[in-house]
């Protein structure tokens, strides 16, 4: 019954004039939208390589493109990858996907993603498709220092590997660096209420930092789980970086304070975790640099609430709240 009620729901969809019906690549030999393709372009290229439509059926390409336009937050694009995820279209079929990928469309107002939760519903076990997640860390051994980080794009994270050593310290120091994503997430779970921070807020962070690699070094030396610089280190009382429990109390700690400085403005608090808080004062919102700009669309498209409660005793609230910000975008 279920999955006649997703073909209904499917053929409703098109029949309503509600899909793209058209394209502005006429020829056959038109295979590549152009760099400068809108989203929507990009949707509509992308349902004819899923449906054939004047060329050669590829779902693997219709899945690129569906997914560079996904990554703008494209609510139709984001349906349309859930749809593939949710059937088995060219990818092995994945409910949790197509589930995170429907509630992203949704939550924008898509109707008919809408309707899908009703069969695909939103879990805690619901994630992102690999494509919409960040890049992994750049492996390079460490031979006793760091720092040689060869040639490497600017945003690059660098996944440091350590020489084995002797160590006595207790099992969570020891094992940390590897453990496991499910046991980071526990571990984010239990911590977060005590900084009054949404767990799925710092799981974004994670995410978005360093894709769960607890070893991770940015050519800035951002460090672990969160993130973090050896100042904003030093400053919540972070001795051992890449210890996952004492790394996320850490990125909690700052994102607390964050919150507070910013009144709950989660847009605000994602720019100034990329860009450090006096970037954001200086520009009265979002600084305009593309890097921080691509890195709060990232949190946003993962943990979807404008606004965060704050402990308003922690620090007294930027000069840009009191007075009103600019714009953010």
Not at 37 to 43: I, M, Q
Not at 75 to 91: H, I, K, P, S
């Amino acid at each position: 019954m279920g999955k006649l009620f997703q073909s209904l729901v499917l053929i409703a969809y098109f029949w309503s004039g509600t899909a793209f019906s058209s394209t502005p690549w006429d020829t056959p030999d038109a295979s590549h939208a152009p760099l400068s393709a809108s989203p929507s372009e990009l949707v509509r290229i992308a349902g004819r390589y899923e449906n054939a439509e004047g060329v050669a059926r590829d779902p693997g390409k219709a899945l690129d493109l569906y997914c560079e336009a996904a990554r703008h937050d494209f609510a139709e694009a984001q349906f349309r990858l859930g749809w593939m995820y949710a059937n088995g279209r060219g990818v092995l079929k994945d409910e949790a996907v197509a589930s995170a990928l429907f509630k992203l469309a949704a939550d924008q107002g898509h109707e008919y993603a809408a309707r899908m939760l009703r069969f695909v519903p939103s879990t805690r076990s619901a994630r992102l498709p690999i494509c919409l997640l960040p890049d992994p860390p750049v492996e390079i051994a460490m031979n006793g220092v760091a720092g040689e980080y060869g040639s490497l794009n600017p945003g690059d994270r660098v996944l440091l590997i350590a020489p084995q050593v002797a160590s006595d310290e207790p099992a969570e120091a020891i094992e940390g660096p590897s453990a496991p994503r499910n046991e980071i997430e526990q571990l984010v779970y239990r911590l977060a209420p005590l900084y009054a921070v949404d767990p799925k807020l710092a799981l974004a962070v994670i995410s978005v930092e360093s894709a769960f690699n607890a070893s991770a070094v940015s050519p800035k030396n951002a460090q672990g789980l969160m993130q973090l610089i050896p100042e904003t280190a030093e400053r919540f009382g972070v001795k051992k970086v890449f210890v996952p429990a004492e790394n996320i109390r850490g990125g909690l700690a700052y994102l607390r304070w964050l919150l507070a400085f910013f009144q709950g403005d989660v847009t605000l608090v994602a720019a100034a975790y990329n860009a450090g808080e006096r970037a954001v004062e200086r520009y009265r919102g979002i600084p305009p640099y593309p890097e921080t700009r691509n890195y709060v669309r990232k949190i946003s498209s993962l943990y979807r609430r404008a606004n965060h409660p704050y402990q308003s005793e922690v620090v007294e609230p930027s000069a840009i709240m009191r007075q009103g910000r600019g714009g953010s975008g």
